[in-house]
DNA sequence: CGGCAACTTTAGCGGACACTAAAGCTTGTC
DNA sequence: GACAAGCTTTAGTGTCCGCTAAAGTTGCCG
């Protein structure tokens, strides 16, 4: 799969963004969403392939992290991105206060 | 439609590259590729729609050009999906003057 | 007005892909 | 070895989207 279509899906961004600063269990990912272990996973294939992601075994468990220079080229898309999604979440909450009142 | 779904097509980046430097009507874009016009024009309602060109009617014409300004978060990621597609067709042409030898 | 040129839009189809459920695979523990 | 934990892979399904073909729209010119 194309680098760009990796990235242009909302989850694998996400996925990215978990990974950035520090890496973490396939589990630790998973519990940041409401779709099943299995479908995570197959996300973390799609990034694992792309080489977007590393890879740590330790026991049972795989420790996943971003692959930086992989993703040199789209860092800055992806900050602009990930920013726009706190912007929405900031909207959204100002929407339900104002729907409180 | 979301901006990055917008620019992970192919196609709809080759028509940004096209009106990047330059306004284009319709037709000419259209006959840069090998699928019908009716195709492209969907592609340049996409374009359009999520305001990533901007259109300027002449006549019957429509002259297309891109929106930098909108773009601007994602100009780095698109020079470098332009500069991979040059590297590719030179691959291309390598490979086949090996195979002519 | 008739007719053509330049586009856009609609209906319908096929392929890609994200998801669930379930089976399979390693690794550590008793 | 048996079992469980942690994870991946497979089979099957629904949805989205890019394409074609064809119909619709708009503007120009005799």
Request: glycine fraction near 4%.
């Amino acid at each position: 799969m194309d680098t760009v279509q990796v990235i242009a899906d909302p989850r694998r961004r996400e996925i990215l963004r978990l990974v950035w600063d520090a890496e973490r269990p396939a589990s630790e990912i998973a519990d940041h969403f409401d779709i099943t272990f299995g479908a995570v996973s197959q996300h973390l294939g799609v990034l694992r392939r792309a080489g977007l992601v590393a890879v740590r075994r330790d026991g049972t468990r795989r420790f996943y992290r971003a692959d930086r220079a992989a993703l040199r080229p789209y860092t800055s898309m992806l900050r602009q991105l990930w920013a726009e999604q706190l912007d929405r979440l900031a909207e959204l909450a100002e929407a339900e206060e104002q729907e409180s009142r």
